[in-house]
């Protein structure tokens, strides 16, 4: 034994397994099944935008490290995260020069500008999607989607009028508990067009239930947690039920929970540990604020799916969230307080 | 039976390395001692022998001024070779030391023998006996038990839990002494009873070993009440062992488990008391783990004193290239420069790690993802805190609860961007000291 060789540090001298390009690969990997069935429905235009939106993000990724003069990181996974979620967001007709100068918006003000990953404020993703929604919105144009048609025909006429639900689905009338599991089981297999007219969403949210098993397996994993989701998805259910249509209340909670962004948002996007708060109770009341935020949006705001917006919106508050609910240390006296 | 747990901590499911599970075996005598004169918490013993003194085992070497000390035994019979003014203790502190060189006979100055009617002495005279054998709460903070005792007395302490849970991951010392005596810890426990005056007494155990838990709740039944808790790390530390069993919580940053009238036992110095009052058999030697990158891990009876070196090669030397000796166990033991450091009262385990598995560190930032803040027991922040530190902020650092922390290493062990949290929390509590002073 070459005693002169021994190494003293502080402890812990062991560590655990986990690392930062670990959890972006994997939650990379559990966008699989949402991108995929994007691919299924829009095809080669669904493919473009995701493979110009990834490369650009590794692209401006390393180009913005070297000009700054720090460390290229582009192994640790986040640009090819950022870039795929960035694809999933936008509608698959997106040319290709808008893709890119969202990714770079979005890497430049959204994360290089604060300092890289782990100092930024907002969430890049959403910042990129800002920026071209304010600039180029009719190319982000999603009111065709069935959210777009609750917002400007209203539950009712979508119900009735498009007769979306028994013609697409054969169900005679939304009365009864047997009809309501048939048509939340074909929701969130995947939503189909209007009938009659095509398929109008963006690239990763048509199928619900592609985007809740990628979801629900990162909870499994716990590489994200479960508390935003659970505090977003419950404060939508809550105020679309308090807020919404009274009338045909049930298929408005559904459409509100399962189609538009809602699900990307809650298990991807909101849940980026950088922007959300610290604990657990944070990450709740930050979920539930998101919800609100979200649905007054939706409800009152001009846009079909504000929700990238709100999470902008819910960003700026994690500061406040984290102050107000800061823990109280284990055994503290009142003198010390 | 109780049940119970505490908040943050780690699942020994984490974890990656297996732990030592055989038989207690018996070290043989080494040739050569050398014993710290210092091996607890407090003041140094004053050397009572001289250099070519012959001694015998269980012969007192060091001297203590007071119940605050614990007094140091010679573990083998033989000839003092040098009395150290400045010897490197297992911190890296120079303490006195005294060497003794084997003669081979392991002759007793008195040899122990079991008497029966122990349990009829008093209060008192089973207190002398226990301090005349140097029995302390074996550990990195080994607290001489006849300052624990006088603290019982003085805070009117009415709970005492003995903790049969392991300090750390991969030692399993306390495990085996269970496994192995769980009898003589029903006994024991009857001692402390009568030494301390307190009648409820806890006997914590985790809830991963059926045998375990088969064999200590079948002998202990009648005389201590056993809390198995939910596994994980750090449950052997005070604070969180006394939430778990108690649901109480000890006053932080400063306060000790008897303000709020609890004393914490580890199960083998309840095993030492026992010895000493019982066979009049002073701590020459303890039960330590030998785990990690090793040939044969085992768990071994080693005589105080004995270089760690000895303990290496009677398990068949370490695989693989050494890079860290760590005195304790890998989440809070200390790295080591020297093999020659020798086992003492607050050597738990030795564990050696290879080149490969040594942690690494990262400069990348903080993606506050809220893992450290998950498992930190005492509920604190610990990102803000190492944050606030590196940049030289203590006190805003301190306004976090940078005081509280109890150097677990839970969240730098989580930490996936691997940033140095303890080493910063660590620094960041020697400057705040500096500052305050």
Sequence with gaps: ?337 | MKTGTFKGGLDYGVFSVNEVNTPIEELPPPSEVTIPLKQHKGKECKAVVKKGQEVKIGQVIGESSGPEEALVHATVSGKVTQVIKRFPDIRGRYVSAVTIESDGKDEWATLPEGKTDYLQKGPEELLSLIEKAGVVDFGIEAVPISSKLSLIKDKSVNTIIVNGIDTEPFLSAYKRLIIEKAQDIAEAIKVLKKVSGVSSIYFAIEDRNTELKDKISSAISGVAELAVLKAKFPQAMDRPLIKAVLEREVPSPYGIPEDIGVSVFGVEAVLAILDAVRKGKPVIDRVITIAGAINSPKNLKVRIGTPIKDVIEHCQGASGEVAKVIIGGPMMGLAQYSVEVPVSKETSGIFIQSESELATISNQKCISCGWCVDVCPMNLLPNIISSFCEVNMFKEANDYGLSYCIDCGCCAYICPVKIPLVHWIKYGKSQLEKEEK
């Design chain 1, 1 to 337: 034994m070459k005693e002169e060789r021994l190494i003293v540090s502080l402890h812990p001298h062991i560590q655990g397994v986990e690392t930062v390009s670990k959890m972006m690969f994997i939650t990379t990997a559990a966008l699989i099944p949402a991108a995929a069935v994007g691919v299924y429905f829009f095809g080669i235009n669904a493919i473009k935008v995701i493979v110009i939106s990834v490369l650009s993000a590794v692209g401006f990724e390393a180009g913005l490290q070297k000009l700054m003069k720090r460390e290229i990181t582009i192994n640790d996974g986040s640009a090819v995260l950022t870039g795929l979620l960035f694809a999933l967001i936008l509608p698959p007709t997106s040319p290709w020069w808008m893709v890119i100068l969202g990714v770079f918006v979005g890497m430049l003000v959204g994360k290089h500008v604060y300092g890289g990953l782990g100092s930024n404020s907002f969430n890049p993703v959403c910042v990129g999607w800002a920026a071209l929604k304010l600039s180029f919105p009719s190319y982000l144009d999603i009111s065709g989607s069935i959210l777009g048609a609750v917002k400007s025909e209203g539950i009712t006429a979508l119900v009735e009028d498009y007769s979306y639900f028994s013609e697409q689905y054969g169900i005679e009338s939304l009365e009864g508990i047997g009809a309501k599991i048939k048509v939340l089981l074909k929701v969130i297999l995947a939503w189909k067009p209007i009938p009659g007219a095509t398929l109008v969403d963006c690239v990763g949210q048509v199928s619900a239930l592609a985007i809740i098993i990628g979801g629900i397996f990162l909870i499994w994993k716990r590489y994200i947690n479960w508390r935003i989701p659970v505090g977003f998805l419950a404060s939508i259910i809550i105020f679309s039920a308090i807020f919404g249509s009274k009338e045909y209340l049930y298929p408005y909670i559904l459409v509100q929970l399962l189609t538009g962004s809602t699900l990307l948002a809650a298990f991807f996007v909101a849940t980026d540990p950088v922007t959300t708060p610290l604990t657990g109770l944070g990450n709740i009341v930050f979920g539930v604020l998101l919800g609100l935020i979200t649905m007054i949006g939706r409800l009152w705001g001009s846009w079909v799916e504000p929700v990238w917006f709100c999470i902008l919106v819910t960003n700026g508050f994690t500061p406040l969230i984290d102050r107000l609910t800061k823990p109280k240390p284990f055994g503290r006296v009142k003198e010390s307080a």
